[in-house]
């Protein structure tokens, strides 16, 4: 995770179900933040969101496959003048 230049690393390991994941991505663009546009370019998904308000907000998602059991995600999220970026990298390592 990057906040403001500074480079965080966190690493987690659990049980999901990428179809839920995948699903609730698509639909992050329920409530107040809708979706923008959801593009595929080459390999990627591009998935953009914003949040209209007084301090506007912003989401944009880089979903990138790597073969059948891992994906990359780089999710840049903006508030304001503010921004974050989060990368994940998932993969599957055995059953749940």
Known sequence: MEINGKV???TTKGCTNPT??????FHIGRGLCPTISVTKSGADYLI???CPGSTP???DIVL???????YK????????????KVTT???RVGDC
């Open 48 to 50: 953009k969101t914003s």
């Open 20 to 25: 839920d994941f995948l699903q609730s991505l």
């Open 57 to 59: 907000a912003t989401k």
């Open 8 to 10: 965080l690393q966190h």
């Open 64 to 70: 990138t496959p790597q073969g059948d059991s891992a």
């Open 89 to 91: 990298i998932a993969k």
């Open 73 to 84: 995600e780089v999710s840049i999220d903006t508030l304001g003048t503010a921004k974050s």
